[in-house]
């Protein structure tokens, strides 16, 4: 069993920057892919960045560039670094674990960008 607790989303104007955090708890966080989903206003969830458990690292297009996918296996966390936020990764974003073939979510939390 895996549970997900993010943080760090708010309020920021167009053009800064927020650090997400996702504490994890468990005993196999190493083993398994965590990724970053957002979903905005009634559009689809998407994924936003994945970070395997070998530290591979791939990110929605629309993100690349500016967004940084990180882990830190010692204190089961994963991090999104945003820079450059623009008014359309305005979203509640998602933390997500992948693990034995099961997915675990946290409860999510506001990103809003202002222009």
């Known amino acids: 069993q895996v549970q997900l607790v993010e943080s760090g989303g708010g309020l920021v104007q167009a053009g800064g920057s927020l650090r997400l955090s996702c504490a994890a708890s468990g005993t196999m966080f190493s083993f398994a892919a965590m990724s970053w989903y957002r979903q905005a206003p009634g559009k689809q969830r998407e994924l936003v960045a994945r970070?395997?458990?070998?530290?591979?690292?791939n990110y929605a297009d629309s993100v690349l560039g500016r967004f940084t996918i990180t882990r830190d296996n010692a204190q089961k966390t994963v991090y999104l670094q945003m820079n450059s936020l623009k008014p359309e990764d305005t979203a509640v974003y998602y933390c997500n674990a992948y693990l034995a073939s099961r997915d675990y979510w946290g409860q999510g939390t506001q990103v809003t960008v202002s222009s």
């Open positions: 970070i395997t458990s070998g530290y591979r690292t």
